[in-house]
């Protein structure tokens, strides 16, 4: 891989928490998840988020500071406890989650000191599932008015969201990644019947004013819509241990390139050949250097038809 020019200043705001799997309990969270894989690639990343007075919370900021995520901005919460998400794998290795509330990141408070960090940010990261409480939903809020740059990562999880903040939100950003089932479920909201995925990513750019729109599709790739453009990303084949993650590394890999201005089928390649490795290991954040990464991605681009 060739060396990554500038240190691009990411801030992911909202859930940081434990998975609690069968086997053993790992720390995630989409935006946490997002962030660890963004400092993989050289981005200076700032978490906002909240955790509880508790050995929990003490074990998370540890393994945030491991991994060289700034805990400057983890505030402690005395009355809510540390967030637990209970992970359920399938057969068929899909995941689905029971997330406990409320927990400390439901009450993450606004704070002038996060006004210049929000400001200076190349780009601010977002999903849904925070605005599932008002403490923190109305921080959001606050914090999307002062960034450039909003990345809206919907990551659905019923039932912790509302039609109505998501349209909200969806007007504060200026990239949105989701999947093919949040893009059918959202556009049928303003005109069921849509067919193509073509016509469903037309009607969100009309409808928020959006230029830049990610589809991830699994097995069956990935698709970057940008203004009257179209680029797709074929998925590489690979022995899935489990999904946790997949969606974040994506996102996290696609950004990283996108914000050293690569072009579009770059930063595809780099995100889909980052999920891949991320599906083939359990857990979101398994280890890896950029040249492990790289040599995956050749190796698997040489077997692709």
Known sequence: MKNLPEVPAVVCYGEVLWDVAPTKATPGGAPMNVAYHLQQFGSSTTLISRIGADEQGEQLLEHLQRSGLSTSFCQTDSTHATSEVHVRIAENNEVSYDILYPVAWDFIQYQEAQEPLVRQADAFVFGSLVSRNEASYSTLLQLLQLSGYNVFDVNLREPHYTPDKLKQLLTYADLVKLNE?????????????????????KLLQEKFALEEVLVTKGSKGASFYFQDEHYFQKAFPIQVADTIGSGDSFLAAFLAHKLRHAPPATCLAYAAALAAFVTMHHGACPPYTLQTLENFKQEKEKQQP
């Open 181 to 201: 089932a949040e893009l059918e479920l959202i556009t049928d909201w303003f005109k069921p019947g849509l067919t193509t995925e073509t016509d469903r990513i």
